[in-house]
């Protein structure tokens, strides 16, 4: 299998049958299709190794109608999500398949897993129907459409439909002469740092983003912005969009609401403290790296 991170095609959506509900059928029954098993925002993984996801047959598991989504296809093999309702459910299928549910969060160990964007979708997928079982034009019942990739009111009246999406974020990586600008949230693991982000507000640029983002947080004026590579980070749901960019000034004024500590920093100081770096599957760590290497 490929690696997951970053790569732009693991995942064969193949939208041009997934709205064929007879074929989604027979690939949920069909005896090499993975089912992954999600509860509230955790996967279910083996005991003895939380980095393996315990990938369930449609014969495993109870599927009850509308709790599965076709997620896509892996080298031929089709993937669903399996949405578990209940603790008691939860809890009977660990004990079963002597597994557990791991939590999907940043330190996760799953990030380092090959199927971590497989397993992000499927948490992503989770959210995203959970949140959205009722119309928010009518407040009538939403069901699924399109073996997932929709929801519709039921409501005959209304029939609005509902379609997944993400939140723009930046995040950027500045830089100044020989030092680039790394900041830290208080939440984080200790010692660690990373470039600067920030949700894209309505009616702004994806560049202007970047610019107010930067001088909010850091006090800092950029220019001469770039667009260098986009990663979808479902926690639960943002779309990194990554830039360069240069400062035209070094004095830092932090909104400590924001950012609990910032600092310029050399690549030797870098180099010299590899634990200040963030999680090697992300999109900080690959611009941070890129900057490292020119
Ligand atoms: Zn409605």
């Known amino acids: 299998m490929q690696t997951a991170s970053l790569s732009p095609y693991f995942i064969d959506r193949v939208s041009h049958v997934r709205e064929d509900s007879v074929w989604i059928q027979a690939q949920l029954h069909a005896g090499s299709t993975r089912l992954i098993a999600v509860y509230q925002s955790s996967v279910l993984c ?12 449609y014969s495993q ?8 989504v076709f997620l896509g296809q892996v080298d031929g093999i089709a993937y669903f999500t399996l949405s578990i309702q209940t603790s ?6 660990c004990n079963a398949q002597q597994a557990t549910f791991q939590a999907y969060a940043i330190s996760a160990p799953m990030l380092e897993s090959d199927y971590h964007e497989l397993l992000s979708l499927a948490c992503f997928t989770n959210y995203w129907h959970s ?5 928010g034009s009518c407040a009538s019942a939403t069901e699924i459409c399109s073996a997932g990739h929709m929801r519709v009111c039921t409501s005959t009246d209304c029939a609005q439909r509902y379609f997944p999406s993400m939140d723009p974020a930046v995040i950027v990586l500045i830089e100044h002469k020989d030092r680039c600008l790394l900041g830290r949230q208080p939440h984080w693991p200790e010692a660690m740092y990373s470039t600067l982000a920030g949700f894209v507000e309505p009616g702004e640029t994806i560049e202007a983003a970047v610019a107010r983002e930067v001088n909010e947080e850091a006090g800092i004026h950029v220019e001469e912005i770039r667009y260098h590579s986009s990663q979808a980070w479902l926690f639960p749901n943002s779309l990194m969009l990554g830039f360069n960019a240069k400062a035209t000034s070094t004095d830092l004024q932090l909104d400590t609401n924001e950012l609990e500590a910032a600092a310029w920093f050399t690549r030797d100081q870098i180099r010299a403290t590899p634990q200040m770096l963030p999680n090697t599957q992300s999109i900080s760590y690959a611009l941070i790296q890129d900057w490292l290497n020119r």
Request: hydrophobic content about 25%.
């Open 88 to 93: 008691a459910a939860a809890e009977q299928l």
């Open 46 to 57: 083996h005991n003895h190794d939380p980095r393996r996801p315990c990938f369930l047959s």
């Open 61 to 68: 598991a109870p599927v009850p109608p509308g709790t599965s």
């Open 131 to 135: 949140r959205n079982q009722y119309c």
